[in-house]
């Protein structure tokens, strides 16, 4: 068992370190400071035809903070997972103490995905993804990038860059231009839970006329 606390974790991400674990059986946790970091520009992300033909015709619907331990066990339930207990522990008491957050898809009763993170000024620190319905995960991020424009945050870490947030418009910057991004960010206030839920349907309309 670590050190680690909640406090911890929050001073780790203002000043531009996350922790991970090399896999979920693995009770030591360590602290990684990428050179390139993955983002999401939060007026760059990109939605395909096919994502919006989806979303169009969707009859799934999104929460937040409904039921973040869900979330984050579905992120932690695959072979490769870097989610170990204590990092579960830690996430937990910040989603507690209003610092983390989850957005939820639901296909009516069943969560079909979700995406999780940490807030800290106008930041968002994206944590985890999952899916367990086509596109639930695309989805998730097209509502997460959608809240966190009109919530007023600047600044969306991916911390990095996959071929599946590539095709989303996620870019790699250099760690000198991550953080003065996140000097900016993390000065400034945001409200995760301020925006009201819509549907997919307004969320893709709002989208594309910002596109």
């Not at 993955?38 to 033909?53: D, E, K």
Request: hydrophobic share 45%; charged share 20%.
């Amino acid at each position: 068992m670590s050190d680690l606390t909640p406090e911890i974790l929050l001073h780790g991400y203002s000043i531009g370190i996350f922790p991970m674990a090399e896999h979920r059986d693995d009770p030591e946790i360590f602290w990684v400071d990428p050179r390139r970091r993955g983002v999401i520009p939060l007026n760059g992300f990109h939605i395909s035809r096919s994502l919006a033909r989806a979303m169009r015709r969707s009859t799934f619907h999104h929460t937040i903070n409904h039921d973040f331990q869900a979330v984050v066990a579905g992120c932690a339930d695959r072979e490769d997972t870097w989610i170990n207990a204590e990092i579960t522990a830690l996430y937990t008491a910040l989603h507690r103490a209003g610092y983390a957050h989850s957005l939820e898809v639901w296909d009516g009763d069943a969560l079909a995905g979700g995406v999780y993170g940490v807030t800290l000024g106008r930041a968002f620190f994206g944590e985890s993804m999952f899916s367990r319905r086509t596109n639930a995960s695309k989805m998730a991020l097209a509502a997460l990038v959608d809240r966190l424009r009109r919530a007023g945050f600047t600044l969306f870490d991916t911390q990095f860059l996959t071929d599946h947030l590539a095709s989303l418009g996620a870019v790699e910057i250099s760690r000198a231009d991550y953080h003065a991004q996140l000097d900016v960010a993390k000065r400034g206030n945001a409200r995760f839970s301020a925006p009201s839920l819509d549907s997919f349907q307004d969320v893709l309309q709002r989208m594309t006329q910002m596109s």
